[in-house]
């Protein structure tokens, strides 16, 4: 079954303690990027990768950080967590090979910053 | 800048009457349009696309959308609500520059009662 998977689904941690958001997709795609959602506020993009070792900033990237060492895999990191980072985080990937192909989103973390 | 807007925040509609929910764009060139569906606690799904052709496009669980290009406007549709419909939903215009990116509209919450 085609998926993107991202584990933790909950997360809830202190000020400061370092975290790894695991993404992983099985459908071979170039294109990942980072989400976080909002209130009224929709979606924003934190980071975008258009394929392994390439990656840059999206709208929202203070204070996250992304790698790409594998096609599958594009972990979100925060170093140094802070309340103003509480929130629900999507991973998604996207075939770019027709330029039109829709993204593909993982379940959703909801991390908590106390 | 290419935008997306969703002017309504929520939208009410009584369980059997049509639903539409309301999307313009601001793009460059030729627009590649998507709505997405987010139940809660889950992730984004995929409903419909839009690329190039027949300006009505029907997608997932009877949803359709209708293009328009004279008024930048892409609204998703519904003949017949359920109850099951209510999510928040989201308008997207994919755009090609120097790379790829999903602008993303702010989303619309979609209350169908019984």
């Known amino acids: 079954e085609a998926q993107v998977t991202q584990n933790p689904r909950y997360l809830i941690t202190v000020t400061g303690k370092k975290l790894t958001v695991t993404c992983s997709q099985n459908m071979n795609h170039e294109y990942m990027s980072w989400y976080r959602q909002d209130p009224g506020l929709g979606l924003r993009q934190i980071y975008y990768?258009?394929?392994?070792?390439?990656?840059d900033k999206g709208d929202v990237p203070e204070g996250y950080k992304v790698s790409r060492k594998e096609k599958r895999n594009f972990p979100l990191i925060l170093e140094s967590p802070s309340p103003n980072q509480t929130s629900l985080y999507f991973c998604?990937?996207?075939?770019?090979?027709?330029?039109?192909?829709?993204?593909?989103f993982g379940q959703g973390t909801r991390l908590t910053v106390v | 800048a290419q935008s997306v807007a969703q002017p309504e925040d929520q939208v009410n509609v009584a369980e059997g009457n049509p639903l539409t929910v309301k999307c313009t764009y601001s793009?460059?060139?030729?627009?590649?349009l998507f709505w997405y569906v987010q139940y809660p606690n889950r992730g984004l799904q995929f409903l419909l696309k839009y690329i190039t052709g027949d300006n009505l496009v029907k997608g997932s669980y009877g949803f359709e959308a209708e293009f328009n290009k004279s008024q930048t406007s892409f609204h998703l549709k519904k003949p017949s609500a359920l109850v099951s419909d209510s999510a928040l939903y989201f308008c997207?215009?994919?755009?090609?520059?120097?790379?790829?990116?999903?602008?993303w509209g702010a989303g619309t919450k979609l209350i169908i009662k019984p």
């Open positions: 997207a215009v994919s755009q090609w520059d120097s790379n790829y990116q999903l602008i």
């Open positions: 998604a990937s996207t075939d770019l090979g027709g330029r039109a192909t829709e993204a593909f």
């Open positions: 990768s258009m394929n392994v070792e390439v990656t």
């Open positions: 793009v460059s060139g030729n627009p590649y």
